[in-house]
């Protein structure tokens, strides 16, 4: 069965610092993988996506992932963060007929 | 944009009463999805209903139920509210298989 890990539960990170979200999964087939963002009190709203072709992928609100076959990763990526990223991250793979989600990671972004 | 609606976005019942939840969407997705979010457990999956009519359960469906009369809407009920579900209950859509979801606003159930 597909599974998904956040190493991760919180991170703390300044404002303008860069931030990477970890997310390993397992899987033996082609996957398609997403990040998604959630704000208080809302739902999630997608990031990104890769489901084939380059493995650098460029979401909204300036971040990136990189999709690594050799290392089952997916690693979330925003080079200067600012204080409205505070949010929760969730990690998901896509399983059949279904998205199974990561447990969350919480970023935390202070001033 | 596809927007997935959710009727509520607090509701307060008492122990006992029958609920129901129910989530709207507007793009003709095939797939719908019910799942509950508490802290430290993430997302976990009650019911999805892959096309009208159909109905499977997810990994925690116990409790609740599901019914899918129309494409565009998907309502999910407890029948019997404990205190155990008061949680944060999120709908999502999708076209098909391989696609991402939309998410609605959430309902965040209180059971006293």
């Known amino acids: 069965a597909q599974s998904v890990t956040q190493l991760d539960s919180q991170v703390p990170v300044f404002e303008e610092a860069p931030v990477e979200l970890r997310c390993n999964y397992s899987?033996?087939?082609?996957?398609?993988l997403f990040w998604y963002v959630q704000y208080p009190n809302q739902g999630l709203q997608l990031l990104l996506k890769?489901?084939?072709?380059?493995?650098l992928v460029k979401g909204i609100n300036g971040f990136e992932a990189e999709f690594n076959k050799s290392q089952t990763s997916f690693h979330l990526r925003k080079p200067s963060v600012h204080i409205s990223d505070t949010a929760e991250y969730f990690c998901?793979?896509?399983?059949?007929?279904?998205?199974?989600f990561g447990s969350g990671t919480r970023l935390l972004v202070r001033p | 944009d596809v927007k997935v609606t959710q009727s509520s976005r607090y509701l307060v019942k008492r122990t006992g009463e029958k609920v129901f939840l129910e989530c709207v969407q507007d793009?003709?997705?095939?797939?719908m999805f019910w799942y509950r979010q508490d802290p430290g457990l993430g997302l976990r999956l009650i019911y999805f209903?892959?096309?009208?009519?159909?109905?499977e359960k997810g990994d925690i469906p116990e409790g609740y139920s599901v019914s899918r009369e129309k494409k565009e809407r998907f309502s999910l009920i407890l029948e019997s509210a404990s205190t155990n579900q008061t949680s944060m209950y999120l709908c999502?859509?999708?076209?098909?298989?391989?696609?991402?979801?939309?998410f609605g606003s959430g309902t965040r159930l209180t059971v006293v």
């Open positions: 999502a859509s999708r076209y098909s298989k391989n696609y991402g979801y939309t």
């Open positions: 899987s033996s087939v082609s996957v398609y």
């Open positions: 890769y489901l084939s072709g380059s493995t």
């Open positions: 998901a793979v896509d399983s059949s007929y279904k998205l199974i």
């Open positions: 793009m003709d997705h095939e797939n």
């Open positions: 209903s892959y096309d009208v009519k159909m109905k």
